[in-house]
């Protein structure tokens, strides 16, 4: 992918040339992604241990249409199984927090300034059931704790909300995998049933498709390069 910084009027031009390399159908498929994308809903997954649940939660959160993935690394280091992911982490946008005193505090810090509230899930919290959580609030930040501790208590107590998925069995709780794709389809369910701003704004769909394009063609650098030089601007 090309790494120089170009104004919205450049960067969009050189979008419109980028196209020029890909099918209708393929470009048509790439704009309808885009248009189902949303940033209102994140999720946040706290020191998982496991390669492929993390994957697992990737792949469902490209699935369902959310674009940003927060990665907290207290002493779990993230890394992706290829052959759960299948490629979707291309298309996302992966947050990692790491090398800090805390870096759940980080994140957390992050995405409150990014006006997000702080959602924790847990089955051993008082909290709102899944089902009856309120998205007309605000944008929230759902975390998900790792494999065998669930979420930390520094995200306990730095939480503004608390949810959980209601249980019927003996079992206490889901394997991460599962919670996440059940509540992230829940949630995102909920964004089309309310009156919610949940698309990109303007400059985010354009910002994105730049990106998606120049992962969609062969050896972008060049293409860019050659446009470029023959469009100096």
């Given at each position: 992918?090309?790494?120089?910084?170009?104004?919205?009027?450049?960067?969009?031009?050189?979008?419109?040339?980028?196209?020029?390399?890909?099918?209708?159908?393929?470009?048509?498929?790439?704009?309808?992604?885009?248009?189902?994308?949303?940033?209102?809903?994140?999720?946040?997954?706290?020191?998982?241990?496991?390669?492929?649940?993390?994957?697992?939660?990737?792949?469902?959160?490209?699935?369902?249409?959310?674009?940003?993935?927060?990665?907290?690394?207290?002493?779990?280091?993230?890394?992706?199984?290829?052959?759960?992911?299948?490629?979707?982490?291309?298309?996302?946008?992966?947050?990692?927090?790491?090398?800090?005193?805390?870096?759940?505090?980080?994140?957390?810090?992050?995405?409150?300034?990014?006006?997000?509230?702080?959602?924790?899930?847990?089955?051993?919290?008082?909290?709102?059931?899944?089902?009856?959580?309120?998205?007309?609030?605000?944008?929230?930040?759902?975390?998900?704790?790792?494999?065998?501790?669930?979420?930390?208590?520094?995200?306990?107590?730095?939480?503004?909300?608390?949810?959980?998925?209601?249980?019927?069995?003996?079992?206490?709780?889901?394997?991460?995998?599962?919670?996440?794709?059940?509540?992230?389809?829940?949630?995102?369910?909920?964004?089309?049933?309310?009156?919610?701003?949940?698309?990109?704004?303007?400059?985010?769909?354009?910002?994105?498709?730049?990106s998606w394009l120049n992962k969609a063609v062969k050896r972008p650098d060049?293409?860019?390069?050659?446009?470029?030089?023959?469009?100096?601007?």
């Amino acid at each position: 992918m090309f790494k120089m910084e170009f104004t919205p009027e450049i960067r969009n031009r050189i979008s419109d040339h980028l196209e020029t390399f890909l099918g209708d159908e393929r470009i048509g498929i790439i704009k309808r992604v885009l248009s189902n994308r949303t940033r209102y809903i994140t999720v946040c997954l706290e020191d998982i241990y496991q390669s492929q649940n993390a994957s697992a939660v990737l792949r469902s959160s490209e699935a369902f249409g959310l674009q940003d993935v927060h990665i907290i690394e207290n002493s779990n280091i993230f890394s992706i199984n290829p052959n759960v992911v299948r490629g979707s982490d291309k298309w996302l946008t992966i947050h990692r927090y790491f090398n800090s005193a805390c870096p759940t505090s980080d994140a957390i810090s992050s995405l409150r300034s990014n006006g997000y509230r702080i959602v924790a899930t847990s089955p051993h919290v008082d909290g709102v059931a899944l089902e009856d959580f309120d998205l007309t609030k605000g944008k929230v930040a759902v975390f998900f704790g790792n494999e065998h501790n669930g979420v930390s208590q520094t995200l306990l107590d730095q939480a503004d909300e608390y949810l959980y998925i209601p249980m019927y069995g003996f079992t206490e709780s889901f394997n991460i995998s599962v919670a996440a794709a059940m509540t992230i389809h829940t949630l995102r369910g909920k964004l089309h049933e309310q009156d919610i701003r949940w698309a990109l704004s303007g400059a985010e769909y354009e910002e994105l498709l730049f990106s998606w394009l120049n992962k969609a063609v062969k050896r972008p650098d060049l293409i860019v390069k050659r446009f470029l030089d023959e469009n100096p601007y």
